[in-house]
């Protein structure tokens, strides 16, 4: 009677170790494609930001060496306002993925361009 009860035993047991092997099995793949889904979207989110960064980048330097000649009191205005948006960008932390502020930081350096974009519209 003992041998019959291991039978079952193994029988009931089978069905909790199947779970469990498929469970393990399953959380450890899972793991894998998450971390390469996650390096695939931070990367990809990563070159946006640092495209439109360099986008503002390339716009402030231009309008400054255009700008660089003009002595007037309102274009020194606009050179100040250029200035500190080349200021915001060179002290954005490009190699911390961690920094907290990141999206904060990204928020203020758009205005900035906005407000940018505007002292120059009136330029042209």
Same mark, same amino acid.
């Given at each position: 009677?003992?041998?019959?009860?291991?039978?079952?035993?193994?029988?009931?047991?089978?069905?909790?170790?199947?779970?469990?092997?498929?469970?393990?099995?399953?959380?450890?793949?899972?793991?894998?494609?998450?971390?390469?889904?996650?390096?695939?979207?931070?990367?990809?989110?990563?070159?946006?930001?640092?495209?439109?960064?360099?986008?503002?980048?390339?716009?402030?330097?231009? %309008?400054?060496?255009?700008?660089?000649?003009?002595?007037?009191?309102?274009?020194?205005?606009?050179?100040?306002?250029?200035?500190?948006?080349?200021?915001?960008?060179?002290?954005?932390?490009?190699?911390?993925?961690?920094?907290?502020?990141?999206?904060?930081?990204?928020?203020?350096?758009?205005?900035?361009?906005?407000?940018?974009?505007?002292?120059?519209?009136?330029? %042209?």
């Amino acid at each position: 009677m003992a041998g019959s009860q291991d039978i079952f035993d193994s029988i009931v047991m089978a069905d909790e170790r199947f779970h469990a092997e498929g469970y393990r099995e399953g959380y450890e793949e899972g793991s894998s494609l998450g971390v390469t889904e996650g390096r695939q979207h931070g990367t990809l989110h990563g070159a946006k930001i640092g495209s439109e960064i360099g986008c503002y980048q390339g716009f402030a330097f231009a %309008w400054k060496c255009l700008l660089h000649s003009c002595t007037t009191e309102k274009d020194s205005r606009k050179m100040k306002v250029l200035e500190s948006l080349i200021g915001m960008i060179q002290r954005f932390p490009y190699d911390d993925p961690t920094y907290d502020k990141l999206h904060e930081d990204l928020d203020k350096i758009r205005g900035k361009f906005k407000q940018v974009r505007a002292c120059v519209s009136s330029c %042209w």
